[in-house]
């Protein structure tokens, strides 16, 4: 539980550091919903023009867990379009699960605590919808798992309200 607060103080730390930031989009902070395998709640916050800091609270319903993952972004402006960016990145996760439900390479891990760290990558595209103060998007997030190894990936579509 210590590492959760550890990590969302870092991320606190670092949106806090980079308040004046704007983005190409014009916004510099959106708060919203990811939805696909790992759905929940997403946070966006850019550090300079082209560079953002997300973090993102997911939950796993097949495998009953919690993960927090940070990922450090470059954005571009897509096809010649005005508020239309796409992005890549890279950074981690820390996953917290239940043993009882948490598979590991085919077999049933019993412990009551199962923990995961990993390595991430993203990949998405994103509009701002300037008349009102949102963004929607879609990205790929492929990850792997570094105690247990083996890599997966995630799609996803967000909307964040943006300020």
């Keep these: 539980m210590k590492f959760i607060y550890r990590i969302s103080f870092a991320l606190a730390l670092m949106l806090c550091t980079a308040l004046g930031a704007q983005a ?3 916004y510099s902070t959106g708060i ?10 997403t946070i ?6 082209d560079a953002a800091i997300e973090g993102i609270l997911s939950t796993s319903f097949k495998y009953r867990g919690t993960v927090v993952t940070v990922l450090y972004e470059k954005h571009a402006q897509a096809f010649n379009t ?3 960016l796409w992005y890549y990145g890279l950074g981690g996760h820390v ?3 239940n043993g009882h439900d948490y598979y590991d390479r085919g077999h049933k ?3 009551d605590n199962v923990y995961g760290l990993g390595v991430d990558g993203v990949l998405g595209l994103e509009y701002f919808i300037k ?3 949102f963004t929607i998007g879609a990205d790929v997030k492929p990850y792997f798992n570094i105690p247990v190894g083996g890599g997966f990936w995630d799609t996803a579509l967000h909307v964040r309200y943006v300020f």
């Design 82 to 84: 005005s508020g239309l």
């Design 44 to 49: 966006k916050h850019f550090i300079s023009s």
């Design 109 to 111: 891990r019993y412990n």
């Design 24 to 26: 190409q989009s014009g």
């Design 32 to 41: 919203g919903l990811r939805g696909g395998a790992a759905s929940g709640l």
């Design 95 to 97: 996953g917290f699960y």
């Design 131 to 133: 008349d009102i103060p």
